[in-house]
């Protein structure tokens, strides 16, 4: 797996390429955590070039789930093939956690979301 | 039969991924129900690298693949003496692994929604994790 | 140990090399090492599959990788009964095969010039094909 | 192994994308026989995607070397990586086959060769 970091306006974008498994999650759940403690307000998840994901992968999102909407962090997740949206599907996820098609309808979702107070 | 056997570390996962793929490429399963099973038994794998052998490159961990029909067997085999039984244990709810705070406590609960059946056997230090699914068109 | 065992097909060659790079990988072998060593036994694998089971899906062919020190040991087991010799079989000249126009015949070539040491067991219908290959700088 | 097949001028180009082994090695040799079938004089053989190469690969120049200089049918090999380099070498075969470095010096040696009388 390989992360590419872009800071796009006030948009902190974090491309996944490959695989994000037991053995890689390591990596991206820090670069997670990282934007997050620079008090990145926008963190979108380019998942477009992501091949597979599996559970720590999956659990680097669900952990800090509590502390972005605390925070009034937007996590934002785009572009993921339907085979790995069918992983969240699964598990409920899709509910909880906020995904969109394209980087454009992200960026619209967060800079929303943003301006109206947070339910939590 | 295909087999494969590789040292308990996490980088091998991608190896087991791909050795699954490879095995079930030549059947009639969908890419979906692929992604699925390669799920399941990375799972199970990351499981036992992690929790049983502690990524101790010096143990290792078997995946075979048989099929019956249309049922489709998948064994994972090693060799630790750790006493989990993961038929016994109880998959929490995701509302609560959120809460939780903590990244984990979610394989599980893929494993037992992808897979028909699981069933454990213990044999003398060797334990097998047996795997289940049906795919009902799948063909040779 | 490394172990892959996949039936006797020609598409199952890509996985036997992604098998061997995977478990070269973590030692400090060079990529053109890798890449010869992969070269040697999916030839040796592609001539079992064709010469010897004639593609046939319902046999297997097992690859085992194991290191001495530096020496890597390939083992290439199936259960075949042809009894052709590779280590009495004479490789022709290259020049030879360009005049023969047939697509064939550099295989066997290419391994004796990458491994070391080319070892053949039989043992009631079971062969082994070990292939040896010391690498001064290999560390794990 | 994927194959892309181009005529540039006079040149027909065979791009190798993948590995070149005993599986994907026949439908390459039907597309270099139908080449020559087709009575294209220079036959450019591009090897910059090409991964890997085995014997069945190889086999698939060197058993038509001798019909291609009978016919003075130019063919050439470009863009290997020096892994792919490597094994040709290893065969004594670098002598024997031609193998440029880019396209376009593929072009001007079939140019040039296509224009001398050759050896053979
Ligand atoms: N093979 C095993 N050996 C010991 N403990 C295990 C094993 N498999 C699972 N467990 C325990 O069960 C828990 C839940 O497993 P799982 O749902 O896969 O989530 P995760 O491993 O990501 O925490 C693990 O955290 C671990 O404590
Ligand atoms: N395992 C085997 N069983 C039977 N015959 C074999 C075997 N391996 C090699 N041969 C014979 O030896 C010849 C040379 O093998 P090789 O150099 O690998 O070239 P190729 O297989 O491409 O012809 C083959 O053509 C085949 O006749």
């Known amino acids: 797996m390989e992360l590419l970091i872009q800071n796009e306006d006030k948009f902190h974008i974090i491309s996944i390429i490959g695989d994000l498994d037991a053995s890689s999650s390591v990596i991206f759940d820090s670069a997670l955590e990282e934007a997050i403690n620079a008090k990145a307000k926008n963190i979108l998840i380019d998942c477009s070039q992501l091949d597979y994901i599996s559970s720590p992968g999956i659990g680097a999102f669900t952990s800090r789930l509590e502390e972005c909407n605390q925070n009034n962090i937007q996590l934002v997740l785009y572009g993921m093939s339907p085979k790995i949206e069918n992983v969240f599907k699964i598990l409920g996820l899709d509910q909880l956690i906020v995904i969109k098609k394209t980087k454009e309808e992200a960026k619209i979702y967060a800079n929303d979301a943003q301006f109206t107070s947070p339910l939590h | ?77 090693d ?45 003398e230090g060797h334990n097998i994790c047996r795997l289940y699914k049906s795919i009902p068109q799948a063909n040779s």
Not at chain 2, 18 to 35: G, H, K, M, Q, W
């Open chain 2, 79 to 123: 060799q630790s003496n750790d006493n989990f039984n993961l038929l016994e244990y109880k998959v929490p709810d995701i509302q609560q692994i959120i809460a939780n705070k903590k990244n984990g406590n979610m394989g599980l609960i893929l494993v037992r929604k992808i897979m028909d059946e699981i069933e454990l056997e213990r044999c």
């Open chain 2, 1 to 77: 039969m295909h087999s494969l056997q590789v040292p308990c570390t996490k980088e091998n996962l991608k190896e087991i991924r791909y050795f699954v793929e490879n095995a079930l490429n030549r059947y009639e399963i969908s890419t979906d129900d692929i992604y699925f099973i390669k799920l399941a038994i990375d799972e199970i794998c990351a499981n036992l690298i992690i929790h049983a052998h502690h990524c101790n490159h010096e143990d290792f961990i078997e995946v075979k693949i048989k099929n019956e029909g249309n049922t489709f067997i998948f064994e994972i085999h």
